[in-house]
């Protein structure tokens, strides 16, 4: 599954993705006195150019208590900080020269994560994502690349149990553009099942928020005359390991060439 888009402005600006875990995580699925299995790397190729795929390596490191320190990629890192009851409050950015490229400053409102700030040396590349919920499942989530928030990016997801069956995206811009991915899911957990509740959140998007692994998305966008129209359909095949967790999932359109190949491996702590 393909994560798009901005969201990734709270973690790591590549395509990579990430897991963690934390002992204070309501939402977690595991018995604390059970070994946590936490994602350890994720190599991710993409087909937008079938000659020349695209191939995005990230590693990620752990503490003790399975918080999530380090993500390691070719040309970028990120580094993680934490207050004593696990909530992420830091992220440093960091360029292949191991120069701060930026970081992100996590908010909460009582138990949810309400906004990240990024945060840069030049004010002017400043970008806020805010959060709304329902139930306790975000709904929202707007980026504000100004300081009034003109023109803002939003991500709109509608629900089914625990999965995301329907994904809108608003691109903030002076020709702003519509996209839905409408998605169907198979039974078993996903990659994320053990991810830290807030990087989830942060994360976004319809694979990493919800329980199970979509198999088929239908990718359609808005024309002028405000009618959905669909362009593309991804059909998904997963492999599962021993825990029963993704080892492998390849996404190809409907006329059968190649979209994207995800390869997951995992640690157990």
């Not at 969201?7 to 002992?23: D, G, K, Q, T």
């Not at 604390?32 to 020349?52: D, H, Q, R």
């Not at 900080?81 to 950015?93: A, F, H, R, V």
């Not at 929202?140 to 709109?156: E, G, M, R």
Request: proline content about 3%; charged content about 15%.
């Amino acid at each position: 599954m393909k994560i798009k888009n901005y969201l990734f402005l709270s973690l790591i600006s590549s395509a990579a993705l990430l897991n963690s875990c934390s002992n204070t995580d309501e939402n977690e699925t595991t018995n604390p006195a059970e070994p946590k299995i936490l994602l350890s790397k994720v190599t991710t190729t993409f087909y937008g150019n079938p000659a020349n795929p695209d191939t995005d390596i990230a590693t990620l490191t752990y503490n003790s208590q399975g918080e999530l320190l380090k993500i390691l990629s070719e040309d970028k890192s990120s580094s993680f900080e934490y207050d004593n009851s696990g909530k992420p409050l830091k992220i440093n950015y960091y360029k292949a020269d191991g120069t701060l490229d930026y970081y992100s400053l996590y908010i909460y409102n009582g138990d949810q994560l309400s906004t990240i700030k990024a945060i840069y040396s030049n004010p002017d590349y400043n970008r806020t994502i805010n959060y709304t919920y329902e139930n306790g499942k975000v709904i929202t989530s707007t980026l504000c690349q100004s300081a009034n928030c003109t023109d803002p990016s939003i991500f709109t997801y509608t629900y089914s149990g625990e999965n995301i069956t329907v994904e809108t995206y608003i691109t903030g811009s002076t020709f702003s553009m519509s996209t839905k991915r409408e998605y169907l899911y198979d039974n078993q957990l996903n990659p994320f099942t053990y991810t830290n509740k807030y990087f989830k959140v942060s994360m976004g998007g319809a694979y990493v928020l919800s329980k199970n692994n979509y198999t088929t998305e239908r990718i359609s966008y808005k024309d002028g005359a405000g009618n959905w129209i669909q362009n593309q359909q991804i059909i998904y095949n997963v492999q599962y390991n021993s825990a029963q967790l993704p080892s492998q999932v390849i996404g190809k359109t409907s006329n059968g060439n190649d979209y994207v190949k995800h390869n997951y491996e995992y640690i157990t702590q």
